[in-house]
């Protein structure tokens, strides 16, 4: 009976390590172009460095997407319009954040309407350091992705459930400042 | 009917439809690989499609639109598989009856309209109008399409599939509906109307990613979006098949005991050559606006279908 347990977590064990390698090699990307970044997208899509050769390809809808790619610092406002993205995008789901303003507020250190730490807000997987990347750097950061993927260690998405309500916490600190009744929602 | 009988047919029906499933598959990722050679890209290794779904499919929360968005999808993928296994494949048709050309022409429709269904019930507006412009679409290619069926009809005086193909097989390649001039015209038609039924580019106006953020799929994720591409890959097979067996002989070449290997085979290799065909038309056009389509099928293919309904009227009359 013992045996027949153990074999049926095998098997369970199996399937979700199918699962992790066709995640890994499909990863459907939804770039959120803000701020600078935006423009070294084009480049790596294109002939010259080519992203779908990973099995990387852009997706019109945060439904469709498996990957949030956040291209540059991001004022309150466009903040909220990130988190409704993200929350509609279909768990296992990641984030990539582009540049320096992402991870410390880069040369808006001191500005009065950007965040300064993305982390704060929503899970972030990957970063990408640099003021602006190379397409190098995000092709790099994508296969960076994949290896943690495969190690099990981009869980994002499963911290942003499981403190929830701490993210929520930032997000809304943030907002405060915003109307009122439109806080209840995010 | 004995039990075996049927228990065989079911076994065969869902045989066709895991192979129409896994081909049209493949298809896609080769044809992405070729668009991408077209780029000058690398491109994803062919077998990619088989990935994407099989992530699709492994997602752990799927988003549902309420009952009419779940039994919409069921609705288009049913309607393509039974218009599948309604066509002759290698001269083997599983269901059949009479009339069958017209059966196809209905069936064809039933995913479009599931489209509607999940469409708007997701309740997105981007959806309504990806699938105000694939009704636009449909009513535009559907014209130049039926004209060419009933050129066809004419001819063979059938209205049933399995006559069409079997009349053209009788000499092998030399009867085929291609190879007379009337017949040549209207396969042009009916290829320009296969490309808006892949709906693909310069015909992809209802799906269009840029502009109205791929329309009626706007709202599928994760397991809805796995079956949507599901639904693509047989659609993609069923579609080159048709074509196929209207103007291809349905691929028949051989005829005997183990023809139906060769037949295979072939019909295999010419929906191959069609999809690739409509890739290469896609990778070197832009996309048109729902006008220019709608005049374009309505203006150009309509008047060459005519002109060869015409001609056949008139070889027939002779
Ligand atoms: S890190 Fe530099 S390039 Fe990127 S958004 Fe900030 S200022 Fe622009």
Known sequence: MGLYIGDKMMKYEEWSKLAIKVSKASLWMLHFCTGCGAIEMPPVMTSRYDMERFGIAPMATPRQADVLLITGYLTVKTLRRVIQVYEQMQSPKYVIAFGSCTINGGMYWDSYNTIKHLEKYIPVDVYITGCMPRPEGIINAFIKLMELIDEGKARGWEKYQKYYDKYKENQRRVFNFEIEGENEEY | MDVMGIAIKVALLTAYAVIGTCVGLLFMGIGRKIIARVHNRVGPPFYQNFIDVAKLLSKKTNISHGWIFDLALLFSISGILLTLLFLPIGGVQLLSMEGDAFLVLYLLAIPALGFALGAGASGNPNAGVGVMRALVMMLSYELPFIITLIALMIYYDTTSLATIVRMQ?????????????????????????????????????????????????????????????????????????????????????????????????????????????SILIAASFPRFRIEQAFGFYWKYEAIIAAISLIWVYILVIK
Do not use: C, R
């Open chain 2, 169 to 277: 097989s009788i000499n092998g390649v030399k009867s085929w509906a291609i190879t007379m001039p009337p017949f040549m015209l209207a396969a042009f038609a009916a290829d320009m109307a296969l490309q808006g039924m892949l709906m693909e580019q310069p015909f992809d106006i209802p799906v269009a990613p840029h502009e109205i953020a791929s329309g009626p799929m706007v709202e599928f994720g994760g397991k809805y979006l796995g079956s949507l591409m599901l639904y693509k890959a047989i659609a993609l097979v069923a579609e080159t098949t048709l074509f196929v067996d209207l103007f291809l002989g349905g691929g028949v070449v051989a005829h005997g005991n183990f023809a139906f290997v060769i037949n295979f085979i072939v019909w295999l290799a010419l929906i191959f050559l069609l999809f690739i065909l």
